[in-house]
């Protein structure tokens, strides 16, 4: 079974950049879509990028557009969010997920199969 663990988030000043890393380890996620989910304090888990299994496609939420990247590393079993002009409405704790689909990379959390634990992000004002 594959095990997912997050890094790289931590406490940052709106408009400061981020890259958080999602390390596999059990097996590969060569084959799988992967995603990144996100769960603010007193919200639901929402969906944040997403990336099929060869990185040819991709998917972000409206309110990551144009600021987050999703990208992978199949060589190296490890996901990447860079999260640049960081805004205070980012903070929450990021998830990596991994889906057995690696065409159907859905912002849906249903449809991921694996989860890490987290890792938080803070950003203030």
Not at 58 to 71: H, N, P, W, Y
Not at 80 to 104: F, H, I, R
Request: aromatic fraction near 12%; charge should be neutral; glycine fraction near 14%.
């Amino acid at each position: 079974q594959v095990q997912l663990v997050e890094s790289g988030g931590g406490l940052v000043q709106a408009g400061d950049s981020l890259r958080l890393s999602c390390a596999a380890s059990g097996g590969t996620i060569s084959y799988y879509a992967m995603g990144w989910f996100r769960q603010a304090p007193g919200k639901g888990r929402e969906f944040v990028s997403s990336i099929s299994w060869n990185g040819g496609g991709t998917r972000d939420a409206d309110s990551v557009k144009g600021r987050f990247t999703i990208s992978r590393d199949n060589a190296e079993n490890t996901v990447y969010l860079q999260m640049n002009s960081l805004k205070p409405e980012d903070t929450a704790v990021y998830y990596c997920a991994a889906s057995l689909v690696g065409a159907d990379y859905t912002g849906a959390a249903a449809n991921y199969h694996y989860w890490g634990q987290g890792t938080q992000v803070t950003v203030s004002s």
